[in-house]
């Protein structure tokens, strides 16, 4: 029976050992847009005097920076020299090197660091944490290795969509303007929904009859055809725009408007003959 407990015991101290975890403070973290915050990298769960040990850090740069370190040397008591901060570099997303010593022999749960982060993506984006042992400085109790289980945490900055049309802010043209069509008639990455010229032809929609065809924009008498083209519409644009130019203009309304020519010819041959028809009647 004595073997079995003597067998046993170091069985399970070995099983404890191997259950303490490096990880964040908060593994799971919801951030917004230009937030600033900062994460402590923790130690849990270790059994026995804990001398030190170290960290890496890897993240997407393109959601989020580390602006800074820090290091409570109270606690980590060995001195500056055997203390690292580690070496930020947010262009490849990491921070490498955190370092932590110490004479108190810690145990149980403590902070290694605390890393002050700065969001730089935009909403609907995300990013790991990655945690990973700083081999030149492992965890060790007494001079022996401990073999922590690194856990990674993330960031998330939830998408938006403050307009409700189904399309999140990130990504949506009018983020501000349901449009779930997503319609951007002169593709210039504002949807016509709150783009104040659709088709890009200098006229201002609410001035313009033809809001989303380049090719006109003076409709006087309100009939769905063009007074004339824009000046900076060719024939090809002519011809794509689908329009057919009004010949009587403006005439609605007033009486005032301009006579086609189909009109006067007619108008002339009226006249025409009713002289010729005066000419034969005075011959008798």
């Not at 313009?208 to 090809?236: K, M, Q, R």
Request: hydrophobic residues 35%; charged residues 20%; glycine residues 10%.
């Amino acid at each position: 029976m004595k073997i079995k407990i003597l067998t046993i015991l170091p069985l399970f101290f070995c099983l404890h050992i191997q259950a303490a975890t490096v990880t964040w403070s908060n593994t799971n973290n919801i951030v917004n847009e230009n937030d600033s915050f900062s994460l402590d990298v923790v130690g849990r769960d270790f059994v026995g005097d804990v001398d030190g040990g170290g960290v890496n850090v890897n993240f997407d740069p393109s959601v989020v920076n580390v602006v800074s370190v820090t290091i409570d040397e109270t606690v980590w008591n060995l001195g500056s020299n055997a203390n690292s901060t580690g070496t930020i570099n947010n262009t490849t997303g990491s921070v490498e090197g955190i370092m932590v010593n110490t004479f108190a022999y810690l145990t149980g749960d403590f902070i290694v660091a605390t890393i002050n982060f700065q969001v730089v993506g935009s909403a609907g984006s995300s990013t790991d944490l990655i945690l990973s042992e700083l081999k030149k400085n492992p965890w060790a109790s007494a001079g022996s290795r401990i073999n922590p289980v690194f856990v990674d945490g993330s960031v998330s900055i939830p998408a938006t969509d403050l307009d409700g049309d189904g399309i999140d802010d990130h990504i949506d043209n009018c983020p501000a303007d349901a449009n779930s069509s997503q319609t951007d008639t002169d593709d210039d990455g504002q949807g016509d929904a709150c783009d104040a010229d659709d088709d890009n032809d200098g006229i201002d929609d609410n001035a313009d009859a033809f809001p989303v065809n380049i090719a006109a924009s003076v409709d006087a008498d309100n009939d769905g055809l063009p007074d004339e083209w824009n000046t900076s519409c060719d024939t090809s644009c002519q011809n794509d725009s689908g329009l057919t130019l009004d010949g009587s203009g403006s005439s609605g309304g007033g009486g005032g408007g301009s006579t086609s020519p189909l009109s006067l010819c007619l108008l002339s041959l009226l006249v025409i003959w009713i002289r010729r028809k005066a000419v034969i009647k005075n011959r008798f």
